[in-house]
């Protein structure tokens, strides 16, 4: 199975700040990955997906990049409901497989 | 409006059965692969399962092969994960989970059921 890592597990921010999050394939992914928000309580939200591609409806301020191994979700001003935790997930090959969860809280 | 809505959680002892299902509504169900989330109490996602829009094709989790088995009735636009030899460490929340057209992740997930294992 492909194992994704992601770094920072855990960090502070404040509101404006801007934020970025990297995670990791244990092998080539093409583009084939997703990133998700989850608030405490609430099933997570897709918010970027074929790595770059943003979901409907989701805020401009969120941006993924990469592909191959190594990727990124930026935040470029970091507001108030962004507090949460971020996934990544591979959907390149069965099974499927998520990173550890990277949580952003307030500093 | 897309709606998944889960059932069937509990509390099971070890070794023991749970059938959990997903009552879809709001898309044409039968043209989408449907998958399984879980998430034990406060740790990370996990991926479970797929099944293909017609039913012919799964895949599991290592950690679930041999003993979850997913299943769907696009009669019924309900999907099921048949849930046998549970252990303790298959105490999640199980997500039921839409794929977005032409990426297999996930635009619409459930509210989630909860399945403890304990004695």
Known sequence: AIRMTQSPSSFSASTGDRVAITCRASQGISSSLAWYQQKPGEAPNLLIYAASTL????PSRFSGSGSGTDFTLT??????????TYYCQQYYSY????????????? | EVQLVESGGGLVQPGGSLRLSCAASGFTFSSY?????????????????VISFSGATTFYADSVKGRFTISR????????LQMNSLRAEDTALYYCTKETVGSDCYDYWGQGTLVTVSS
Do not use: C, H
Not at chain 1, 55 to 58: H, I, K, P, Y
């Open chain 1, 55 to 58: 979901q409907s409806g989701v």
């Open chain 1, 75 to 84: 935040i470029s001003s970091l507001q108030s409901e962004d507090f949460a």
């Open chain 1, 95 to 107: 099974p499927f497989t998520f990173g550890p969860g990277t949580k952003v809280d307030i500093k």
């Open chain 2, 33 to 49: 692969d449907m998958s399984w989330v879980r998430q034990a109490p406060g740790k990370g996602l996990e991926w479970v399962s």
């Open chain 2, 73 to 80: 009735d696009n009669s019924k636009n309900t999907l099921y």
